[in-house]
């Protein structure tokens, strides 16, 4: 029973031919037998069924490497078929064949331009492609203009053929380069991510030196990188290369005289002298080459390991050294490829390992050795894990090369053992151990662990032999049973070089050595004649006869060069009669006993910078064909103008981080309340917060800030409906008067109304607005009336103000506001507020719901002094919101100042040093930071519920500070509104050693129940549980990471001063330290 498929070896049923006779019969080898007879008759066949199977058959036989050019005349007679897939398969096969069979082909030549002109763009393609693959120069101007029609075809598939046709025609003819340039500066300049990959590289092979054709297409390559193919990634990502090399300056140069200058500016506090260090200072990198290592960041996920190698050496030549190490994750991700992936991988490792140690460290175990591992990989990780060889990890990395001696790959252990040998010798602390080690092998039953030991110790010993005789005198007495010959001649050289502290065995050695002189290997007779030489002249009396007996050994040795070395150290030692005087035999022992430097142990790998990463050159440490230097920076940035095209491209990030005076105006807008009273950087957030209201807002912001998120996300979820009501919370911090603003999201009906009309009005009147929705929905219809109408008048008076006025004033204080924030955490729902509760029972803990800050922090701290920022100043605020990434995380707001009198760019975070379990989301990085302006960005930390410091490289101008934000644990909870019946129920569960309790003596200043309220809410994100007792004061939190309820009680006694407070938390490091931060704080005065 046979089953019908495309590529069936079974003829057709419906074709008489005759198949010859069985090949058993002999009639197999007849010369009357048709070789693919079949095929020719089912092509000539006047059915497509049959001409569509043995195409089949034929491209089946071309992708096994069988030879169908045979059949060359009857396949392109159906390159004119009806059938489209019959065609399509004829095209694949002229394009294997049609260089082979050129006469045939060009038969057909124009039926290939008719095919240019198919509806079907496949066709079209495919017509290309053959008419290309014609390598007659004859064809030149028809191939020329078949690629410039190609080239303005509709179809991008189309154009992706020309592209690919170029460089067969460059080939063909080099004349045609002018001519082809204008054509690929078409491509260039084509917006389809499908062409742009193919037609880099058609510049490539054609015109690589011509780069002014990539100025105005930069940008453009730059923002089409990550949608590109995987192989047209890794084309433009090598040109790029390049051109970055000769448009930009050095990112790293002048890192070392900033170093150098650091102590200086530290202590210096002028001006003046803070100015001199600025402009010593590198300056900032191009928009533009920032722009190109922001883009190909992301490629590093890629799946393809071409397109990971080809961003490595991307930041490898043109990153500033601070942002390499950001490449290193992703390459360790490769190695767990396959072998082939992971030899070029862990190549490129090595010699990027041999400059950068610190950036392959974090991950030294990947490196290593594996039992499947083949040989050559695990010689690339023993060269990796010794370029990366510290004090600190050098005992982790002695311990591992240890387990490596007992493999039984001896090729494996012998370059595990050299490897020993290089850490000796790289790392003095580690030298006397390691060879002590190396000489415990001297005793291994392995002759190949002893001969490679011998090699290694007498490298070791040549760059230190101060009080190793006992060594030496060891490894002489092992001659008799090593038989490797490089181990015995190193052993020798051994004793010549140092005879003078083995006087009694060196001799002894050599009469040994004389006597199988003959039988030895080439390199041990060399060592022997140099031993024989240096024992006669430091011991003339004892070895005299013993050398002359080993130069006439070597007189009639098989080897010349033996032969040589004779003849030439007995001239030298035993000058003939009549040159006595002779002027080198005078001064020979100079010559043998002069003293030798030290063999420098370095890695192979050191001397492949020359080389471009992640080319076959250096793969292979040799210059191959076609391999183009990359040039070196200029000393002074060329013309950007350039690179500026028509319409304007912005690449600021955010336009939250935007000076005030570089905002849109906005006409429609009037004057707000609080316009003529707030700082700049208010004005700044308001146009930030006002700008996501508008249409023409930029949708596509992806600041990180939680008021600037929220807003962004109550302005989405509004309707378009210019009668839907959208009422702005802000909450007021104490000092500078700057805002928190919170959009709530609100849904349709009146459940939009019963929160908005919550929000803006007093606790007292919700629950009036919760019986009656329909008249609090024509209320809130009319105060969204108002706010739309422009406001002529600010009122400044406080009697007779609406809900809204109260609102939006900042002087006064606003109501109390015990409703949640809006967060992702609460599904995009407002939670009622506590007031609102129905008045029957809750079930028990249904009335814990999270809430927002009764007090937000105005005070700053510290971060980067202005001095040794070099004019950056960098403080943090913890403005007790759930960060918007997640709400685990703690929201840190950012201030960054320019004090400096130059425009700071590229401010983003570098490397993270977090503790286990702590994690970092980063604030949407600074373009431009301005002279004397200031800019915020928000951080989402989540400290794991611990009050361990957050430490991170802060990137800015090319430079890297080191930055550490420490959280008081009060900053490391979240509110939660609660009854009080709940709070007992929960304080019940948390008796026992998961209570702690305490007492304080309050002064008679701070005897009032609002003073201590401040204090606790000072002190911790709490929030305040209403109590029967007046004596009683109970506040609920729970922390931000884990989750755990944090409750607070304080007991105020009528009679005495003192306060007893009761912490209870599942997490008693949490308790105690709160307990002790609310003490400190009741005390003070």
């Keep these: 029973m046979s089953t019908p498929g495309s590529y069936s070896n079974e003829r057709p049923p419906s074709v008489d031919v005759d198949y010859s006779a069985d090949p058993a019969s002999g009639s197999f080898f007849s010369t009357e ?21 043995a195409m089949k058959r034929i491209i089946g036989m071309v992708a096994k490497g069988r030879d169908a050019s045979e059949l060359f005349p009857a396949v392109v007679k159906n390159v004119v078929s009806a059938n489209l897939e019959v065609k399509k398969l004829v095209y694949v096969y002229l394009v294997r064949y049609a260089e082979e069979q050129q006469d045939l082909a060009l038969l057909s030549i124009s039926t290939f331009q008719r095919a240019l002109k198919d509806p079907n763009q496949l066709i079209r393609a495919c017509a290309l492609r053959v008419l290309s693959s014609i390598r007659v120069p004859v064809i030149v101007p028809i191939m020329m203009l078949a690629i410039k029609d190609a080239v303005t075809d509709m179809s991008p598939y189309v154009r992706k053929t020309a592209a690919h046709a170029i460089p067969k025609l460059y080939n063909l003819d080099h004349d045609q380069k002018e001519e082809l340039i204008k054509v690929i500066e078409k491509l260039l300049s084509d917006k389809t991510t499908l062409v742009v990959g193919s037609a880099v590289m058609a510049f490539e092979e054609v015109c690589p030196e011509r780069i002014d054709l990539i100025h105005k297409n930069y940008r453009k390559l730059c923002n089409l990188l990550v949608d590109v193919e995987e192989w047209g990634q890794v084309i433009i990502l090598n040109m790029l290369t390049r051109y970055a090399r000769t448009q930009f300056v050095d990112p790293n140069a002048g890192t070392e005289v900033d170093v150098k200058e650091k102590p200086f500016y530290e202590d210096e506090e002028e001006e003046t002298e803070d100015q001199e260090v600025l402009a010593k200072r590198p300056k900032s990198m191009d928009p533009d080459h920032r722009l190109l290592l922001r883009n190909a960041k992301p490629l590093l996920q890629s799946r393809n390991a071409a397109v990971v190698l080809a961003v490595a050496q991307l930041y490898q030549h043109i990153a500033p050294c601070s942002e390499v190490s950001q490449v290193a994750r992703a390459l360790v991700r490769l190695l767990r490829s396959h072998r082939e992936v992971q030899a070029v991988v862990l190549t490129n490792i090595a010699s990027m390992s041999t400059r950068r140690k610190d950036m392959f460290e974090p991950y030294l175990k990947s490196f290593f050795v594996r039992s499947s591992d083949p040989t050559h990989i695990k010689a690339l990780k023993l060269e990796v894990l010794t370029n990366l060889a510290t004090d600190t990890n050098i005992s982790i990395i002695l311990r591992e090369f240890q387990t490596y001696i007992g493999s039984s790959d001896k090729e494996f252990v012998a370059a595990t053992i050299q490897a020993i040998g290089r850490c000796a010798s790289n ?6 151990t390691c060879l002590s080690g190396l000489v415990s092998l001297l005793s291994n039953r392995d002759e190949s662990v002893v001969g490679e030991s011998v090699v290694v110790i007498r490298k070791l010993l040549q760059s230190e032999t101060v009080g190793h005789k006992d060594i030496i005198s060891h490894m002489a007495r092992l001659m008799d049973n090593i038989k490797i010959p490089m181990a015995r001649a190193s052993i020798l050289w051994l004793l010549g070089e140092y005879c003078d502290k083995v006087p009694k065995i060196a001799p002894d050695v050599l009469r040994k050595m004389a006597k199988t002189f003959i039988s030895e290997e080439d390199i041990v007779k060399l060592q022997i004649l140099t031993l024989a030489t240096k024992l006669y002249l430091t011991n003339p009396k004892q070895t005299r006869l013993l050398c002359q007996y080993v130069y006439n050994l070597a007189k009639y040795d098989t080897n010349y060069d033996i032969r040589d070395r004779a003849r030439l150290t007995r001239a030298l030692v035993f000058p003939p009669q009549g040159h006595e005087d002779n002027k080198l035999a005078k001064h020979a022992k100079k010559i043998f006993l002069a003293i030798k430097p030290p063999p420098v142990q370095q890695s192979s790998f050191k001397d492949r910078d020359q080389f471009q990463l992640s080319t076959l050159s250096h793969l292979i440490n040799a210059r191959a064909t076609g391999y183009q230097d990359l040039p070196p920076f200029p000393e002074e940035a060329p013309d950007p103008s350039v690179r500026y095209v028509e319409v304007a491209v912005s690449f600021t990030p955010d336009n939250h981080h935007r000076p005030s005076h570089q905002k849109k105006s906005k006409p429609e807008k009037t004057k707000s309340f609080y316009s003529d009273e707030s700082s700049p950087e208010d004005e700044s957030e308001n146009d930030a917060s006002d700008s996501s209201s508008e249409s023409d807002s930029d949708s596509d912001s992806s600041d990180t800030d939680s008021s600037e998120s929220s807003s962004d996300e109550g302005n989405e979820s509004v309707s378009e409906d210019e009668e839907q009501p959208r009422v702005k919370r802000k909450v007021v911090t104490g000092g500078k008067k700057r805002p928190e603003k919170q959009d709530a999201s609100e849904s349709s009906g009146s459940e939009d109304s019963e929160s908005s009309s919550s929000s803006s009005g007093s606790e007292s009147s919700s629950d009036d607005e919760s019986d009656d929705s329909e008249a609090s929905a024509e209320d809130v219809k009319k105060k969204t009336k108002k706010e739309q109408e422009p406001k002529k008048e600010v009122p400044q008076g406080k009697g007779n103000r609406s809900n809204l006025d109260l609102l939006l004033d900042l002087d006064d204080t606003p109501p109390a506001m015990d409703t949640p924030l809006l967060t992702p955490s609460l599904g995009g729902l407002l939670t009622p507020s506590p007031s609102s509760y129905p008045t029957q029972p809750l079930p028990p803990g249904a009335s814990i719901q999270p809430a927002s800050a009764k007090l937000v922090p105005t005070a700053t701290h510290e971060l980067l002094n202005r001095l040794s920022g070099g004019g950056l100043a960098v403080s943090c605020r913890f403005t007790r919101s759930p960060h918007l990434y997640s709400p685990r995380m703690t929201s840190v707001e950012l201030s960054f100042t320019n004090n400096s009198s130059e425009e700071i760019r590229d401010i983003s975070i570098g490397s993270k040093k977090l503790a286990p379990g702590m994690s970092l989301h980063e604030f949407a990085g600074i373009a431009v930071l301005n002279p004397d302006t200031t800019l915020y960005g928000t951080l989402g930390v989540d400290f794991n519920d611990t009050t361990q410091p957050a430490v991170f490289d802060l990137v800015a101008g090319g430079r890297t500070f080191n930055i550490s934000i420490t959280a008081s644990v009060g900053e ?29 003596n309050l002064l008679s200043s701070n005897n009032d129940v609002k003073k201590l309220v401040n204090r606790v809410y000072e002190t911790a994100n709490l929030l305040q549980v209403q109590c029967a007792s007046s004596n009683t ?29 009761t912490v209870n938390c599942e997490k008693m490091v949490i308790s105690s330290m709160l307990l002790k931060d609310i003490q400190s704080a009741l005390k003070k005065d």
Aim: one cysteine or more; aromatic letters at 4%; proline letters at 2%.
């Design 427 to 432: 790392i003095r602390e580690v030298t006397d």
């Design 1033 to 1061: 004061l109970k506040f609920g939190g729970q922390t931000a990471s884990g989750k755990a309820l944090v409750l607070v009680c304080l007991t105020l006694p009528q009679d005495e001063q003192e306060v007893s407070i």
């Design 972 to 1000: 490391l909870l979240m509110p939660l509104a609660m009854n009080e019946a709940d709070f007992n129920l929960n304080q019940i569960k948390l008796r026992g050693m998961n209570e702690l309790r305490g007492s304080v």
């Design 33 to 53: 037998f048709k070789k693919h007879e079949d095929l020719k008759q089912m092509l000539d066949s006047n059915k497509d069924g049959l001409k569509l199977e």
